[in-house]
């Protein structure tokens, strides 16, 4: 059974930093593309950010690109999105996803292309 747990969250003032882990079990971590998503009251679930298998590469939304950074260790199968100069805008609960994990798949922005998801985890930043 694949199991995404998502921590870290909280609540931070404006300008603040926090860091999200996402620790992965019950699948073969090196073979899925990870990302990140969110949700905030009212709004359809989108895209943060999104790293492939190996993680050399990374793709950010425009509206956190310079300010988060989403890294994995395949060895601790987990995936950390590190978020700094936080606004209220990025108050939403946050989603860890793994894509299918199958060869050949491109790495997507999309939340339709992951398959398996986490609890998410609550991000609030007063202002």
């Given at each position: 059974q694949?199991?995404?747990v998502e921590s870290g969250g909280g609540l931070v003032q404006e300008g603040g930093s926090l860091r999200l882990s996402c620790a992965a079990s019950g699948l073969t971590f090196s073979n899925h593309?990870?990302?990140w998503f969110r949700q905030a009251p009212g709004k359809e679930r989108e895209f943060?950010?999104?790293i492939d298998w190996l993680g050399g590469v990374t793709y950010y939304a425009d509206s956190v690109k310079g300010r988060f950074t989403m890294s994995r260790d395949n060895?601790?199968?987990?995936?950390?999105?590190?978020?700094?100069?936080?606004?209220?805008?990025?108050?939403?609960?946050?989603?860890?996803?793994?894509d299918r994990g199958?060869?050949?798949?491109?790495?997507?922005?999309?939340?339709r292309d992951y398959d398996y998801w986490g609890q998410g985890i609550q991000v609030t930043v007063s202002s």
């Open positions: 694949v199991q995404l593309h990870m990302g943060v950010a999104a060895v601790r199968n987990t995936v950390i999105l590190q978020m700094n100069s936080l606004k209220p805008e990025d108050t939403a609960v946050y989603y860890c996803a793994a199958a060869t050949g798949v491109v790495l997507s922005t999309s939340p």
